[in-house]
């Protein structure tokens, strides 16, 4: 099936400092990577839509500026959280559509990132 | 606005006993429907999908779900629950353009007591 990978699978940072999270698609080639945020307890929370050579899609009420997200080739999407604060500590999942499957709706999800920021 | 709707913030039941966890929809179109279940600390599983064709669609792990369009209702369910069934449940709708984003419910908690 497809896979999807997260590195790191949970981080501790200092506020102030920023930190990256990678979003693979193992085995296939992905057309669109999503990001989700997830309080505990709760829903995931679509933070941004990320397609391959262009700018991501952020959700109303994300800071564009804040978490930076790039989508550099098929296969890769990274979630910078800049400047981080005590605030943005949360469970960050990723997931991704499938390339060349026409009307593939099925998004397939990363394990998560645990950030917690200090 | 397109919306689901897990009404139920908790199922509790038996081991052995069948479970049920609620899904409805509105969206607008013939929607695309999935289940996933997560654990503590661990992204989203997979459990299963209705795109077309029967309204019975048999997943992961024992479970299936019943699409019905007059009710716009997914419900989960398993004829015999599990102990290691107990995690969060997710229902979810993807749009069929533009994005292609995913609308999730809430999330249902599933207890199953030994």
């Known amino acids: 099936g497809a896979v999807v990978s997260q590195h790191p699978s949970w981080v501790i940072c200092k506020s102030g400092t920023s930190v990256k999270i990678e979003c693979r698609s193992l085995d296939f080639q992905a057309t669109t990577m999503f990001w989700y945020r997830q309080f505990p307890k709760q829903s995931l929370m679509l933070m941004a839509t990320s397609n391959e050579g262009s700018k991501a899609t952020y959700e109303q009420g994300v800071e564009k500026d804040k978490f930076l997200i790039n989508h550099a080739s098929l296969t890769l999407s990274t979630l910078t959280v800049t400047s981080a604060h005590p605030e943005d500590s949360s469970f960050y999942i990723c997931?991704?559509?499938?390339?060349?499957?026409?009307?593939?709706?099925?998004?397939?999800f990363g394990p998560g990132t645990r950030l917690t920021v200090l | 606005a397109q919306s689901v709707a897990q009404p139920e913030d908790q199922v509790n039941v038996a081991e052995g006993n069948p479970l049920t966890v609620k899904c409805t929809y509105s969206?607008?179109?013939?929607?695309?429907l999935f289940w996933y279940v997560q654990y503590p600390n661990r992204g989203l599983q997979f459990l299963l999908k209705?795109?077309?064709?029967?309204?019975l669609v048999k997943g992961s792990y024992g479970f299936e779900a019943e699409f019905n369009k007059s009710q716009t209702s997914f419900h989960l369910k398993k004829p015999s629950a599990l102990v290691s069934d107990s995690a969060l449940y997710f229902c979810?709708?993807?749009?069929?353009?533009?994005?292609?984003?995913?609308?999730f419910g809430t999330g249902t908690r599933l207890k199953v007591l030994a």
């Open positions: 979810a709708v993807s749009l069929t353009s533009g994005t292609y984003k995913y609308i």
């Open positions: 969206v607008s179109g013939n929607p695309y």
């Open positions: 209705y795109i077309t064709g029967d309204n």
């Open positions: 997931s991704a559509r499938l390339r060349g499957l026409a009307n593939s709706y099925e998004q397939f």
